[in-house]
């Protein structure tokens, strides 16, 4: 039987969910759910329903997993604790310092409704946070490292684009170059924030706006550009999709240690992506943990989970026989 997926929020994530689980034979699109008009949404999959996001609690026992794509800054934080009572759900919260207070919100519900409740899935946090723990591990004596882009990060475009005034955005994340070099050498730098990225941000402006108290929000926004160098571009929307439609992105996680008696030897560990889709990439990643939620649940478990409590076997849709045969 196949794994019966709803989606709530259909954008750029949403419509990646649909791509990734085109790609998976144990899976199924039961319904898209959206706080739009429900008439005015257009998805690929025929014959596939597209519901308002109110009936979503009508349908507990039609939908094994609800994968939710809302951002970060305010939609994740109500709708996963919601829906986690009712189904077993996969979310890319991406708020790394709030990531404690959304696990206890959505364990919590999860084990009230019995379900399981995976949060923060993606490539970061997600696929960069086991690479940091199985690198952990292994170079026991070391430094952790992790430089995103250059590229564009949803999530932070997204809270660019909550603030009032603003059309569209774009944000890009970019390593410093030099800081990145000195860490494949294995020097084991001390670095803050700021010197290791710089964020920069193109945005489009409502007519009329006031572009100086929406730089200023942007640029003194904790959690995302508080703490960087961060610039701010105000570009028209022609210019907005001549340059800034795709959505790029990817980056390294080092850990950088050593071994031996005297600790004589130098070891670097690193993970890269490269990616041409930031969402259809973080949707793949949602598809495979969806199918490892609702396999736990089926085995009993109940509350909360992340990435590091999930064996990789649950993942994929091989045997246990056929992943010992090709992978290991």
């Known amino acids: 039987?196949?794994?019966?997926?709803?989606?709530?929020?259909?954008?750029n994530l949403?419509?990646?969910?649909?791509?990734?689980?085109?790609?998976?034979?144990?899976?199924?699109?039961?319904?898209?759910?959206t706080r739009r008009d429900p008439s005015s949404v257009k998805i690929l999959t025929e014959g596939v329903p597209v519901y308002s996001a109110e009936k979503a609690e009508e349908m507990a026992g039609d939908i094994d997993v609800m994968i939710l794509c809302g951002g970060s800054a305010t939609d994740l934080p109500v709708q996963t604790p919601k829906y986690a009572k009712l189904f077993n759900v996969v979310d890319s919260f991406d708020t790394h310092a709030k990531i404690p207070e959304h696990f206890a919100a959505v364990d919590a519900a999860a084990k009230e409704g019995g379900k399981v409740?995976?949060?923060?899935?993606?490539?970061?946090?997600?696929?960069?946070?086991?690479?940091?723990?199985?690198?952990?591990?292994?170079?026991?004596?070391?430094?952790?490292?992790?430089?995103?882009?250059?590229?564009?990060?949803?999530?932070?475009?997204?809270?660019?684009?909550?603030?009032?005034?603003?059309?569209?955005?774009?944000q890009y994340t970019i390593p410093v170059e030099s800081a990145l070099e000195?860490?494949?050498?294995?020097?084991?730098?001390?670095?803050?924030?700021?010197?290791?990225?710089?964020?920069?941000?193109?945005?489009?402006?409502?007519?009329?706006?006031?572009?100086?108290?929406?730089?200023?929000?942007i640029v003194t926004m904790p959690n995302y550009f508080a703490d960087y160098d961060t610039t701010v571009h105000f570009i028209s929307e022609e210019e907005m999709e001549r340059d800034h439609s795709g959505i790029p992105h990817g980056g390294v996680v080092i850990r950088s240690g050593r071994t031996g008696w005297n600790r004589e030897h130098k070891h670097v560990i690193e993970?890269?992506?490269?990616?041409?889709?930031?969402?259809?990439?973080?949707?793949?990643?949602?598809?495979?943990?969806?199918?490892?939620?609702?396999?736990?649940?089926?085995?009993?478990?109940?509350?909360?989970?992340?990435?590091?409590?999930?064996?990789?076997?649950?993942?994929?849709?091989?045997?246990?026989?056929?992943?010992?045969?090709?992978?290991?």
């Open 182 to 217: 000195a860490v494949r050498r294995g020097d084991n730098p001390e670095l803050t924030v700021r010197q290791k990225h710089t964020r920069e941000c193109f945005v489009v402006a409502e007519e009329g706006a006031d572009r100086a108290r929406i730089e200023r929000e």
């Open 117 to 170: 409740g995976m949060i923060s899935v993606g490539w970061d946090p997600g696929m960069f946070s086991l690479n940091r723990l199985y690198a952990n591990a292994i170079l026991s004596e070391g430094c952790d490292y992790t430089f995103w882009g250059k590229g564009v990060s949803q999530g932070h475009s997204d809270a660019i684009r909550r603030i009032e005034g603003v059309k569209d955005a774009r």
């Open 1 to 11: 039987m196949s794994i019966r997926i709803g989606i709530m929020g259909y954008g």
């Open 271 to 328: 993970y890269s992506l490269r990616l041409d889709s930031n969402p259809e990439f973080t949707a793949s990643v949602l598809a495979a943990y969806a199918r490892a939620a609702y396999r736990m649940n089926q085995e009993g478990q109940t509350g909360c989970r992340t990435v590091f409590d999930v064996a990789p076997a649950y993942l994929s849709a091989m045997s246990p026989e056929e992943m010992r045969s090709h992978l290991l």
């Open 14 to 33: 949403g419509r990646g969910i649909e791509c990734a689980l085109a790609q998976n034979q144990d899976m199924e699109l039961k319904a898209v759910f």
